[in-house]
């Protein structure tokens, strides 16, 4: 394994997967610069990603490695790809084809904002949360 | 524990923190749109962020939490937070204050890309890499 300083100044790339070997991938729309979601990425589809230019992740829940819009037809073009000073995280900047990212039919799966300001229980505030499809129809 | 649907669409603000009592918080520069930095939160950091306007996080490597710019001055301002589909990942904008938000010195943590379009071994490129700040001096 590569020192620290290594990681952070050389330019070997070495994701640092973690003990569930996944490193967390952002999701940024390349044109507006929003963060469109957060997932997550196994050394397989680190690869596929690179080798493709189209977004592939491993889904924790499911348990497998899935092509973003394998479903919906909403794949990810990745314009450009980064990794951050640790190398534990990925930063996609994509052009997202079809309406949305998020499988609640938004743009984006931030759609809600916390007040600032305030302490004890929050109440969330929708924002930008129109859909932009009908998940009904888009997932079979 | 609220189910799927409130999760989802609720305004109840209830973040899914996993077995390490963590949420992905992704930062991102209220400007540029810039990813700064991806780093975690346990529940004190969420509720302080919240209460101050000022990010706060938990640090997995020195088990405990932190005041981002505690150290070095580069406070964070949130412009606005952000709560994505199932609660376990937070969007804020912040205003950077102070050179950057980087422990390298860089403005960003994102200073390296990924080619992409080939397999095997790769080299990443610096891209956005200049100093912003002498590390050596900023952190004592």
């Not at 729309?29 to 690869?47: P, T």
Request: contains cysteine; proline residues 2%; aromatic residues 8%.
């Amino acid at each position: 394994m590569a020192d620290q300083s290594e990681i952070e100044e050389g330019l070997g790339f070495a994701p640092q997967f973690g003990a569930d070997g996944l490193v967390t991938a952002v999701v940024t729309d390349a044109k507006s610069g929003d963060v469109l979601m957060v997932a997550h990425m196994n050394a397989e589809a680190v690869a596929k990603t690179i080798e493709s230019g189209e977004a592939w992740y491993y889904s924790r829940s499911r348990k497998k490695l899935w092509k973003k819009g394998e479903s919906s037809g909403h794949i990810q073009r990745v314009v450009e790809l980064r990794v951050d000073c640790d190398q534990d995280a990925l930063w996609l900047k994509v052009e997202q084809q079809g309406a949305g990212a998020c499988h609640t039919g938004r743009r984006s799966c931030f759609y809600r904002a916390v007040p600032l300001g305030k302490g004890g229980a929050v109440t969330l505030e929708f924002r930008d949360a129109e859909k932009a499809f009908d998940p009904g129809k888009v997932y079979k």
